[in-house]
């Protein structure tokens, strides 16, 4: 098992950034790509950024060039940093990782973005 714990969330105001950070424990070995999702209410979750354990990313058009993922193997721990926020990236960010075709989440953690 996997167990995933995000942090970072919170309020900030349109223009700003947040950094959200997510640290795997259990049983890491063996870990391949990493990401996040993103849920807004009444909205399906969808997918935010993803970067595999070689370091190829992938990114939802809607974030290209505002949101950087990036991820640190040695402390299994996969980073989003967030800039030039809008009122449309207020969701709930879910922290994915997937380990030997099973896929894991965490338990999310809000961001809000005022106008």
């Known amino acids: 098992q996997v167990q995933l714990v995000e942090s970072g969330g919170g309020l900030v105001q349109s223009g700003g950034s947040l950094r959200l950070s997510c640290a795997a424990s259990?049983?890491?070995?063996?870990?391949?790509?990493m990401g996040w999702y993103r849920q807004a209410p009444v909205k399906q979750r969808e997918l935010v950024a993803t970067?595999?354990?070689?370091?190829?990313?992938n990114y939802a058009d809607s974030v290209k060039g505002r949101f950087t993922i990036d991820r640190d193997n040695a402390k299994s721990t996969v980073y989003l940093q967030m800039n030039s926020l809008k009122p449309e990236d207020t969701a709930v960010y879910y922290c994915?990782?997937?380990?030997?075709?099973?896929?894991?989440w965490g338990q999310g953690t809000q961001v809000t973005v005022s106008s």
């Open positions: 994915y990782a997937r380990r030997t075709m099973k896929n894991y």
């Open positions: 970067i595999s354990s070689g370091g190829v990313t």
């Open positions: 259990g049983s890491i070995f063996g870990i391949g790509t």
